[in-house]
């Protein structure tokens, strides 16, 4: 069964410190991760997809398929970088998104 | 830019009532999904459609029913609302290249 592990629920940062939010996933094919960010009061919007292998905001992630991996990474934090980050796997055959449970990122100043 | 619009911003129900929660989508996409949001469970897939008229259950489809009779509109259906409903409900859309796109939610009380 496809399955997205966000072990942390919470991380807090200070502002300009690196940050690394985790995310684990499960699935017998070939994946097609995404992260997902909510900042407060507006809507679910896309970060950033695996396959583009872009930087957003200073985001990156890689997939390790090897550790079934996709860990967000931002070298230096910013305060308006807190909000909520859902990590995504698209069930291609089916085009369906299984999320993890969230981590909401405090990046203090 | 894509927009998917939820009827409802809030609403407040009563036990046993039936809820219709509405989605509309402009970009012509085949999927949509609903999905109810939760602290500490996340987005958990509630239905999807993958063309009109088509539909298939997620990890929690009990309780709820959907219709989707034109391309552009997916509804969410409570039959009888209880208070475990209570609940963020968000709707989605995308094409077959895989971006989802989420109206602004819809913050459902059920008393």
């Known amino acids: 069964a496809q399955r997205v592990t966000q072990p942390e629920k919470l991380l807090s940062v200070f502002k300009g410190a690196p940050v690394e939010l985790k995310c684990n996933y499960s699935?017998?094919?070939?994946?097609?991760l995404f992260w997902y960010v909510q900042y407060s009061r507006q809507r679910l919007q896309l970060l950033l997809r695996?396959?583009s292998r872009e930087s957003i905001k200073g985001f990156t992630a890689d997939l390790n398929k090897g550790e079934t991996s996709f860990h967000l990474k931002k070298p230096f934090a910013q305060e308006e970088d807190s909000a909520m980050y859902y990590c995504?796997?698209?069930?291609?055959?089916?085009?369906?998104?299984?999320f993890g449970s969230g981590t909401k990122l405090n990046v203090k100043p | 830019d894509v927009k998917v619009t939820q009827s409802s911003r809030y609403l407040v129900k009563r036990t046993g009532e039936k809820v219709f929660l509405e989605c509309v989508q402009d970009?012509?996409?085949?999927?949509m999904f609903w999905y109810r949001q939760d602290p500490g469970l996340g987005l958990r897939l509630i239905y999807f459609?993958?063309?009109?008229?088509?539909?298939e259950k997620g990890d929690i489809p009990e309780g709820y029913s959907v219709s989707r009779e034109k391309k552009e509109r997916f509804s969410l259906i409570l039959e009888s609302a209880s208070t475990n409903q209570t609940s963020m409900y968000l709707c989605?859309?995308?094409?077959?290249?895989?971006?989802?796109?989420f109206g602004q939610g819809t913050r459902l009380t059920v008393v």
């Open positions: 989605a859309s995308s094409s077959r290249s895989g971006k989802a796109f």
């Open positions: 699935y017998s094919g070939s994946p097609e």
């Open positions: 695996h396959i």
């Open positions: 995504a796997l698209r069930v291609y055959n089916f085009n369906k998104f299984y």
């Open positions: 970009m012509d996409h085949e999927n």
């Open positions: 459609s993958y063309d009109v008229k088509m539909k």
